[in-house]
């Protein structure tokens, strides 16, 4: 890869890159939309991911060139200023990172050139937009000796999505692009952001991931909305003399006692949360024990739940979910990211894995009009210089 790069590198500037960084794309296993509300999730980095080759120059610009959107090419002058947001553009990631140093004393004081390239499918769900922010993180902590550790930079790119793009995500997704590690799933209190490892192998089944190809755009989808109603629900919720942090912490028991004060769509919301937190429990004790089949089986529920209560899958994840599932050889399937499309993982039996793609790309495109992309992937390392 560091041969390709290179190579790509050279066509764009007519000169040769200093360093290279690569930084995953991660796949949550499950506990979907259980991170802004405070609970633990089960996230994991893939083989897939986002390249950036970088040079330091004497011309006091910054330049900006991603293989994936030749067309986007951005040069910024080194004034010292803070730098303003270009409508949707990908180059806000790795702007909002560089303001994120300045704002904690370390600007940039020698121009770049910067080269961008990732394998992973664009608004797939399985948050490219995480892994600019962190490998740009990443390298400019090593580059500005700045001493951030993995969990302060995943906290930075987090912060740069949040209050420069705009998207109200949690921490999940910069924390698992950060520390992730080869053949484990990582188990993230997301209130505290206390984490562990749990192996994670599958032995004769294989893990596979299927883009929908529906793209979505989680800044403009309903995800605010969904975060919005989880934060009215937790407010009435605590007006019994309650002070649960977030809603992770309310006991089933006591949602049930207590459900009849939530409208509908608040309780639909709750009901999810609550108990997708209960099946990360399950599912951790399920991977301790080998125990994939019950793994599967809580992966399946997860789904319904999504679907039924959290509203957040649609045709194109419910079809893929349904169709999977009619297969002898395919033990688990559901959505996985923000849902609104993008894409859902498998555990398929290993030597089935062909017949798998063929037959649901059949079937899904005899639903909905087109293919999805289907991929196996390993789970990888975190973020690394090359």
Known sequence: MKDFLKEEFKKVYNSTPDFYYFAPARVNLIGEHIDYNGGLVMPAALENGTYLTLRTTNDKKLHFHSLNFPEENFDFELTGDKYTKKENFWVNYP????????????????GMEFLFYGNIPNGGGLSSSASIEVVMAFALNSLLNAGLNRTQIALLAQKVENEFVGVNCG??????????????????????????????????????????????????????????????ALEILNQQGKNYP???????????????????????????VISEQQRVLKSKEALANNDIKL????????????????????????????????????????????GFGGCAIAI?????VEEYKSTLKEKYTEKIGYAPSIYEMNISDGVKEL
């Not at 755009?217 to 009215?232: F, G, H, P, W």
């Not at 398929?348 to 089935?352: F, L, N």
Request: aromatic share 8%; hydrophobic share 35%; net charge negative.
């Open 348 to 352: 398929v039996e290993k030597d089935k």
């Open 246 to 272: 977030d809603l992770c912490s309310v006991p089933m028991e006591y949602f049930e006692s207590h459900h009849e004060e939530l409208n509908e769509e608040q309780l639909k919301r709750v009901r999810h």
């Open 95 to 110: 702007l909002g990172v560089i303001n994120a140093f300045m704002e904690k004393g370390f600007g940039l004081d020698t």
């Open 171 to 232: 921490i999940m997704d910069q924390f698992a692009v950060s520390q992730g590690k080869e053949e484990h799933a990582i188990i993230l209190d997301c209130q505290n952001l206390n984490f562990d490892y749990t192996p994670f192998v599958l032995e004769d089944h294989k893990l596979v991931i299927i883009n929908t190809n529906k793209e979505r755009k989680l800044a403009d989808s309903k995800y605010n909305e969904r975060r919005a109603t989880c934060e009215e």
């Open 295 to 338: 793994f599967a089986q809580l992966m399946n529920e997860s789904h319904t739940s999504l679907k039924n209560d959290y509203e957040v899958t649609g045709n194109e994840l419910d079809t893929v979910n349904e169709e999977s599932l009619k297969l002898p050889y395919v033990i688990g399937c559901r959505m996985t990211g923000a």
